[in-house]
C-alpha cells in the first residue's frame, strides 16, 4: 500500500496538535518535517527543538526531509529529537555513504533526496545504503509549487534500480503531488507520496487525504 506523508510545512502551527490528530485519524503513515536553513534553500523553517515538541503529540513515523548544509553536523539531534527516519540532500554533501550509513547506526532509515537537476544515476555507488530515495518533483524550499513532470520519468528509473539492486529501498515523490498526479506516479513505482498544499490546503484535510487514497488504491 502506498505511504502517505503529510507535509507539516503546509500546516497551521497556531492549531498544529488539531492538524497532526486530523491526517492521523485520515490514515496518514508518515509526518513529513521539512527543515530549511535558509543556506541550502532559500526559506527557513523549524530544528530539532520543534520537532522533539511535535513528537509527544503523535506516534506516526517521523520522516525528516533536510534541506540544510552540512548535514552531517546536524542528524545525531534530528535522531534524539525523534525523526525516525532521516533523508537529506546529495547534493549538500560530498560524503552521502559516510552519512548514510552512520544514520543508520543510529537506529534511523537513511535516505537521499534529489532536486530536480541531479540525475538518478548518481546514486549509481550509494544505492546499497539507502533506504529512502526522495524524488523532488520541485525546487525545494516551499510548498504549493508547480509539479515538474520530468520527475515521473525519474520516479520509473529510481524504481528500476532500487527494484535490482535494493528492494526494500522506498522511492517517496515530494512536490506539487495531489490528486491529479498521485495515480501516475504509483504507477511509474513510487512507494510514498509526500503532500503539503494538497492535503493541508484543502477545506477538509482528512476528506482529502482519503479521498487521494481511495484515488491510488
Ligand atoms: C518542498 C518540501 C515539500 C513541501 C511539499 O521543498 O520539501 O515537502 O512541503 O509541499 P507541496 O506538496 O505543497 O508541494
Ligand atoms: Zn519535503
Not at 44 to 62: E, Q
Not at 153 to 161: I, P, Q, S
Amino acid at each position: 500500500m502506498t505511504i502517505i506523508a503529510p507535509s507539516l510545512l503546509s500546516a497551521d502551527f497556531a492549531h498544529i496538535a488539531e492538524q497532526i490528530a486530523c491526517v492521523q485519524d485520515a490514515g496518514a503513515e508518515y509526518l513529513h518535517l521539512d527543515v530549511m536553513d535558509g543556506r541550502f534553500v532559500p526559506n527557513i523553517t523549524w530544528g530539532p527543538k520543534i520537532i522533539g515538541d511535535l513528537r509527544k503529540l503523535s506516534p506516526l513515523i517521523f520522516d525528516a526531509h533536510l534541506m540544510i548544509e552540512e548535514p552531517d553536523r546536524y542528524v545525531n539531534d534530528f535522531r534524539e529529537a525523534g525523526c525516525d527516519r532521516i533523508t537529506f540532500h546529495l547534493e549538500a554533501t560530498p560524503h552521502a555513504q559516510r552519512l548514510l550509513v552512520h544514520i543508520r547506526s543510529l537506529g534511523a532509515k537513511a535516505g537521499v533526496a534529489l532536486c530536480p537537476q541531479t540525475p538518478v544515476a548518481m546514486l549509481q555507488d550509494i544505492i546499497e545504503d539507502c533506504d529512502t530515495v526522495l524524488v523532488m518533483s520541485v525546487n525545494p524550499g516551499f510548498s504549493g509549487q508547480k509539479f515538474i513532470p520530468r520527475a515521473i520519468e525519474k520516479v520509473r528509473e529510481a524504481r528500476a534500480l532500487v527494484d535490482r539492486r535494493n528492494p526494500t529501498c522506498l522511492i517517496e515523490v515530494d512536490g506539487g503531488v495531489g490528486a491529479e498526479n498521485a495515480r501516475e506516479l504509483v504507477a511509474a513505482g513510487a512507494d510514498a507520496l509526500v503532500m503539503g498544499a494538497a492535503v493541508f490546503g484543502a477545506a477538509d484535510p482528512a476528506k482529502e487525504l482519503r479521498r487521494i487514497r481511495a484515488l491510488i488504491a
